[in-house]
């Protein structure tokens, strides 16, 4: 079983930075792609940010278009820490995060945290 918790959310001003961390249960890196994903007030939950386990393999890291350029995502394999590092942060990116896992595949994301809230006031 895998589990997930993130924190790091908090209340911050538009063009300030923010990281978020997801401690994931030993071992789930050797095995999962782990995500991001976030949903805003009235909307659905949408994709973040990926990175598979197999370092260069096809599509290791892959964002969404509307975060490109100012979110990282990283993780320490060591301590089973995923990362997401938000820059220049705007009032659309206000929601909760979530951090997920997957086999890969067709199987999905299967695990899932229990959200971090970012709001971004403008």
């Known amino acids: 079983q895998v589990q997930l918790v993130e924190s790091g959310g908090r209340l911050v001003q538009t063009g300030d930075s923010l990281t978020l961390a997801c401690a994931a249960s030993?071992?789930?890196?050797?095995?999962?792609?782990m995500a991001w994903f976030r949903q805003a007030p009235g909307k659905e939950r949408e994709f973040v940010a990926h990175i598979n386990y197999l370092v260069g393999s096809r599509n290791y890291i892959n964002y969404a278009d509307s975060v490109k350029g100012r979110f990282t995502i990283s993780r320490d394999v060591a301590t089973s820490i995923l990362y997401l590092e938000m820059r220049n942060l705007e009032p659309e990116d206000t929601g909760v995060y979530y951090c997920a896992a997957s086999l890969g595949g067709s199987s999905g994301y299967a695990y899932w945290g229990q959200g971090t809230q970012v709001t971004v006031s403008s």
């Open positions: 030993k071992g789930t890196f050797n095995d999962h792609r």
